[in-house]
């Protein structure tokens, strides 16, 4: 079969959206094919919008990771990000919601539904982690959520194990415009290293600190230097905090828990990059960052 001409090809962003911890930014990793977007047990760990590619030999899906749309929006950074989320949905060709099986469809979930129903950019519905549930369990969900979205497409998936992206896939490339590609074949994603090394590092505060900690601190990477003649990356990262206290449980008794980060995303560091890594880490307080326009804006929030 000869390759698609230029004007029988789609390319067109596809938001993923829905509540917190539905497994928004698994799913992307899992239909890119490599790991951008960090992932943790916790819900709100994706506070910005990450692109993800993946260019088909008929298609270039770019796949919008959106932070979690919750209603109790709390600090202005929580805030931030549910905009963050609905602007995402402006701006995008096909729009893909994701609910959690196990929690079934939420109140919220329905609004959300309803929401996107009523505008104009096509709908998907996803059922996502189906590989923690019996198949009774999984019918009346998918029914639910098909009576919330007539005549849209409904795939169970589980974006950890895989089951059902290959159904997937097919659904939504159908409803992309005619459009040449917007990204080399190469590209994966339009994040800058810098920004990945930051989530990289934060990625290991949400996996190993306790419950509060995470919500109250971001990462500035101070230095990126690398050295490609000697496979070297060089990082200064400050892991930044809202109060002291929180300050000494991530570095911890004698700084245990800071070196376990760093440790832990030194090895995740090098994975990605593909270079030695030598990861040099400090935590700052900065009173009420979360709250704060002018910083949330210099952390790029």
Known sequence: MPP????????????????????????LNALVGSKLAIVSPKP?????????????????????DTPGIHTHSGSLLNRRMVEIAFNALAETDVTALLVDVERGITPADQELARRLG????????VVNKIDRVAKPRLLPVLEQLASLLPEREVVPVSALTGENLSELVPIIV???PMSPALYS???????????????????QVFLQTQQEIPYATTVIVEEFTEKPEKRVLFLRAV????????????????????KQIGQAARLQLEAFFGYRVFL???VKVSKGWTNNP???KEFGL
């Open 185 to 203: 074949d190469d590209e994966l994603t339009d994040q800058s290293e810098r920004t990945i090394a930051q989530e990289i590092v934060r990625e």
């Open 294 to 296: 002018r910083l949330l």
């Open 280 to 282: 040099e880490l400090f």
């Open 174 to 176: 159908g409803l992309l």
């Open 118 to 125: 009523e505008g104009t950019t096509p709908v998907v519905g």
């Open 239 to 258: 892991i930044m905090v809202e109060r002291p206290s929180q300050r000494a449980i991530i570095i911890g008794e004698r700084g245990a828990r800071l």
């Open 44 to 64: 709100q760990t994706t506070r910005t919008r990450l692109l993800g590619i993946r260019t088909l030999p008929q298609a270039q899906l770019v796949f919008v």
């Open 4 to 27: 698609p001409t230029e004007s029988q090809f789609r390319c067109g962003f596809v938001a993923l959206v829905g509540r917190p911890n539905v497994g928004k930014s698994t799913l």
